[in-house]
């Protein structure tokens, strides 16, 4: 039970140590691309993602009841 454990143990703790490198390396080839973001999935400037539809956000302090 204890050599299971101690197993899966390294197994996540070199998964973890391959995931960080692999971060840096693509972080090293890309330099202009912060860690973590798309390129696709983010909308331009000017681009809303919200359509018109939906309203503005209100704060339920600024509600004056």
Known sequence: MIFL???ILISLIIYLVM???ARFN????DPGQEPG???GNHPGPGKKKISKETGE???YEDLGK
């Open 5 to 7: 454990v101690r197993i």
């Open 19 to 21: 995931r960080i490198f």
């Open 26 to 29: 693509a972080l090293m080839n």
């Open 37 to 39: 973001h798309d390129k």
């Open 57 to 59: 956000y209100i704060d």
